[in-house]
């Protein structure tokens, strides 16, 4: 009986122990699998933040989404929203690209009086809807009125180059190109107008001249978007940033 006892009292010491063994080893494998997703999460956000910016840079490339994980598709939306804000608000009358691109289309850009707009308009407007004046305006030599640092800043700003090279843009600045050499824009000098030696061409330019100017800023108009297209795309953005914000986040899969 004794003996029996004996080996019953080994035989649950070994299990116990066996379990135990298991136990701990289970939890080591756990702990270094849960480290190593740790591990894999950060350096994914770091290849993230290399690739595609931090903050963001929009548009999203497919990268970028792809390196984003469960957020790609929200982040796909925010940058179709930002886009459509761009195309919807960066072309607007009176706005700072616009006057920046009519004095180009103009060829009076690189003039002192233009460079002086230009760099008067960009800095009253501090929050632009233009991804270009915003590369303006964090380039300091830019601020202070250097024009080819403007260029630069332009040309090495990948959300300035996207909304540049993109169709919408590219059809409305063509429009502003022609309309400024529209006929009705090319208003003559006196000087020009006729030979004769009365001042009857001079009277006429100038009593014509204010009427030549709204038929010109008319047809430059044409070629913009309007105050409300670009409300409606910055209503789509703001609605769009105010869910993602009392929206619970998508559980990690």
Partial sequence: MRATLTTWFVLVS??????????AKKAEEEA???????????????AFKKRCGDPVRFPLSDECARLAGD???????????????????????????????????????????????????ERTEQHSDSPCVVADLRDLDCVAGNSESCENARNSDPECLAWMNDN???????????????????????????DQDDDSSSANYFSDSPARAEDCRRIEKACLHTFDECANAKDALDAFLKQQKTTPPRPAQ
């Fill in 14 to 23: 070994i299990v116990a122990v066996s379990s135990c063994g298991s136990s």
């Fill in 32 to 46: 270094a699998a849960a480290d190593a997703a740790q591990k894999a999460a950060v350096a994914q956000r770091e």
């Fill in 71 to 121: 957020q790609g598709p929200d982040l796909r939306r925010q940058s179709d929203l930002t886009v459509a804000v761009w195309r919807g608000c960066a072309l607007t009358p009176s706005s700072a690209e616009t006057i920046r691109q009519e004095l180009f289309a103009k060829g009076s850009a690189k003039s002192a009086i233009g460079q002086k707009m230009i760099g008067e308009m």
């Fill in 168 to 194: 919408d843009t590219q059809a409305r600045l063509h429009c502003l190109d022609r309309a400024v050499h529209d006929s009705t824009c090319a208003a003559k000098a006196p000087a020009e107008d006729s």
